[in-house]
């Protein structure tokens, strides 16, 4: 199904509102305008084709990490460190959260205390790019303090959090799913 452009932005939102109390949301027939996907250097999750032990995915880990630091610096709020030592196991929750067309169904997996996730994004760069990105989406949905309608907005804004994995993987069909787990 094709979604005019124009409406995206509304149905991902409707989409994140939905999911955004974490668990069990679930997004049909691949999502509808964007999550990242996974790629791993470490072949827990991914389709990554670069060779051994190249990421596929690092500009877009870094440019995630940067996104949110640049939201959170808005706020005053002290930046995140990139957890790299968790990316493989965020990817892997984007694999499987993509495999099953669930957002987040494998939260915990990687004992983040928090996590964001993009499902079935249309392009890696529209995870973290420009100013329309999943990323500035659920941004937009604070400030407030109800987390079924602000909730991604207070993870990446919550100061008890130090670190933040960055997770992709890419479906068969091109679509990109996107996790960030924080801790």
Not at 3 to 17: S, Y
Not at 47 to 68: E, L, N, T
Request: net charge negative.
């Amino acid at each position: 199904m094709s979604i005019p452009r124009g409406l995206r932005g509304a149905v991902c939102l409707w989409v994140g509102l939905l999911v955004a109390g974490c668990g069990n949301g679930t997004v049909q027939n691949g999502g509808s305008n964007g999550a990242a996907g996974s790629g791993t250097t470490s072949g827990a999750a991914g389709s990554g084709a670069a060779g051994a032990g190249a990421d596929p995915y690092a500009a877009a880990r870094q440019a995630c990490v940067d996104k949110i630091n640049m939201f959170r610096a808005t706020l005053n709020v002290a930046p995140l460190t990139r957890w790299t030592a968790e990316e493989a196991c965020t990817d892997g929750e984007a694999k499987s959260d993509s495999a099953s067309g669930t957002a987040h169904g494998a939260f915990g997996a990687c004992k983040e205390s928090a996590q964001d996730e993009c499902p079935g994004w249309g392009s890696v760069d529209s995870i973290a790019g420009g100013t329309k990105s999943c990323l500035d989406q659920m941004w937009a949905e604070g400030p407030g303090t109800d987390f079924s309608t602000h909730g991604h907005y207070i993870n990446m804004s919550n100061p008890k959090y130090k670190m933040v994995a960055c997770g992709y993987t890419t479906t068969a069909t091109g679509k990109i799913w996107a996790a960030q787990d924080f801790r």
